[in-house]
């Protein structure tokens, strides 16, 4: 080889080196790692878990049109209202993204357990150059003293669910094009083998099943993700709802506090008269420093809630924010709703609609199938295995594989039972896990129950608190009207005044922590049923309560998707 034809070579290698490094940048890699897990879980998510939506990681190059999509810095001149301090929360928690990213890395997972079963290309380079120095002579070039190879190729593992396990690999020599006549230099090797399992857990069945573990995870996180995202609603809406009641106590606290300071100087003014008696004054000012302390206490617990709401929301804690109050005025108006199903039907849908029961029973079936291949196991072993080896013709034809002259071979493998202790020991281990699975199903299942029981007492209770509450509020402030009549007239005194404000102030808070815990309490029942829906703005609906015979139906539809896995 000539001088040209030595520089020549190396810079087509550098040049194919150059040309693989600048292909797969990392920017590549990532991109492609996101098409195949969005891939993976759009074929996996099902309608009944809920929209897809809002499940796309910050940092991916994949957008998706039905995400919410807000400017995490509110407008201070306007009040944040419940929709977009929801849409913030999902757009930015801290904690929503980590839940994001969870089922993004159990779908990456997926894709690393599929690569060892499908089709993937491979290639290597191996160059050297040397020059030797011949001792009293001058440098001495041979084409024995140089070396340029590499190989490439395209392997592929076959696996079945019945543990048949095919390797097939086509390995060609493709460097020697650069340095020689590609007809006489070119060759390749086609090879394969397979393992097919007649007894006991051998071939690819222990292959087989760690991919169909790996199939389902997917699923499973897919459903704690959307499980997730319903608590994750009702959290931000009873966090935003607390701020709004601790406000709404401020607005109450300094009103009494105002007339706290009404009510003494009247007091001092009667005083000076002889219509009042000192005490009575002193009573009016000890009421007045008690509201005004009241008022202090209640504005420090609001700017607390409102600095955590924020950490909610990912927003600075300095970040100036004030809530929406039309919001709770909404609530008062709309009042309370007594829910019109009974509790047989609420626990019905709660059976069938409950994304996390649904993953603990897909659990029991994952530890029966264990114990299975665990069982099979413990017997003898037996596996048909074969293996085939076949090169090309010569270094001529690459294309042209010399198949009758190809190395085959057909053999058993066999594993006799006896030595089974790790193999025991493993099927005992198995029996144990599907006993756990099945009392931790059955222990959801009463927790479900007792949980959409309370869910449902909880929601008729807050209907008639509020009722009440309203009636007692009613009262409340008929006493007050009523009081500088009764003062004037001699039937009431300063301390039945006091009272009476004092019974308004707490009527007030009582009612607005009513209404709120009505309205929360509807919305944890919804949860707990499992029919509250999440929107793509990160709001929420909620579908409905079913029968015993839709339940029925949807149980059969979740079996045919455990059989379809």
Not at 212 to 220: G, I, K, M, P
Not at 490 to 500: E, F, I, S, Y
């Amino acid at each position: 080889m000539s001088k040209f034809q030595s520089v020549f070579t190396i810079c087509a290698l550098m040049a194919i080196v150059l040309t693989m490094v600048t292909g797969c940048s990392p920017d590549f890699h990532k991109a492609d790692a996101d098409k195949e897990v969005y891939k993976i879980i759009d074929a996996k998510w099902q309608d009944k878990f809920g929209q897809k939506n809002n499940y796309i990681i910050s940092d991916s190059n994949i957008s998706s049109p039905n995400d919410v999509n807000v400017d995490k810095t509110p407008a201070q001149s306007e009040p944040m209202t419940l929709a977009q301090a929801v849409a913030i929360a999902t757009k930015y928690n801290r904690d929503y993204q980590f839940q994001k990213e969870n089922l993004y890395l159990q779908a990456l997972t997926l894709t690393g357990e599929r690569y060892k079963y499908a089709l993937h290309w491979f290639g290597t380079i191996d160059a050297e150059y040397t020059k030797n120095n011949v001792s009293g002579n001058a440098i001495t070039e041979s084409p024995e003293q140089r070396t340029i190879n590499a190989e490439g190729g395209v392997k592929n593992t076959f696996l079945t669910p019945d543990g048949i396990l095919l390797n097939t690999s086509l390995v060609f020599d493709w460097a020697r094009l650069l340095t020689g006549d590609p007809r006489t230099t070119l060759s390749g090797v086609l090879s394969g083998t397979l393992d097919v399992p007649l007894l006991g857990n051998g071939g690819g069945k222990v292959a087989w099943e760690n991919l169909t573990q790996a199939e389902r995870d997917v699923l499973y996180e897919i459903r704690t993700f959307n499980r997730y995202r319903q608590t994750f609603v009702v959290d931000t809406i009873t966090a935003y709802y607390g701020v709004l009641q601790q406000k709404d106590g401020v607005t109450n606290a300094k009103n009494n506090w105002n007339s706290s300071v009404e009510y003494r100087k009247q007091a001092e003014m009667e005083a000076k008269t002889g219509r009042t008696a000192p005490f009575e004054v002193d009573q009016a000012r000890q009421r007045e420093l008690s509201a005004y302390d009241s008022y202090v206490t209640t504005l420090q617990f609001y700017e607390q809630s409102l600095d955590s709401f924020k950490i909610r929301l990912s927003l600075p804690v300095n970040t100036p924010l004030e809530l929406d109050q039309n919001e709770l005025r909404a609530l008062q108006n709309y009042g309370t709703t007594i829910p019109q199903y009974t509790v047989d039907n609420a626990i019905e849908t709660a059976l069938s609609c409950r994304l996390d029961l649904a993953n603990s029973a897909d659990a029991v079936d994952d530890a029966q199938r264990k114990v299975k291949l665990a069982s099979e196991g413990l017997g003898p072993k037996l596996d048909v295995t074969g293996s085939a080896n076949v090169n090309s013709q010569g270094n001529e034809n690459i294309d042209n594989f010399q198949f009758h002259r190809g190395a085959y071979g057909l053999g058993l493998s066999a594993d006799l039972p006896f030595d089974r202790k790790n193999q025991r020991n493993a099927y005992r281990q198995a029996l144990i896990t599907l006993e756990q699975q099945q009392r931790a199903y059955s222990q959801q299942v009463d927790s479900v129950v007792q949980g959409v029981r309370q869910a449902y007492r909880q929601l008729m209770a807050t209907a008639e608190q509020f009722v009440t509450q309203k009636k007692s509020l009613a009262i409340a402030e008929e006493r007050v009207k009523n009081m500088p009549l009764l003062l004037k007239s001699g039937r009431a005194k300063t301390r039945d005044l006091l009272d009476a404000q004092d019974s308004l102030l707490l009527a007030q808070n009582n009612l607005t922590s009513a209404l709120l815990g009505h309205t929360i309490a509807k919305l944890s029942f919804y949860r707990d049923v499992g029919i509250l829906q999440v929107k793509p703005d990160g709001m929420w609906t909620q579908s409905v309560i079913v029968s015993r015979d839709q339940a029925n139906e949807r149980e059969q539809s979740k079996q045919s998707s455990k059989d379809n896995l």
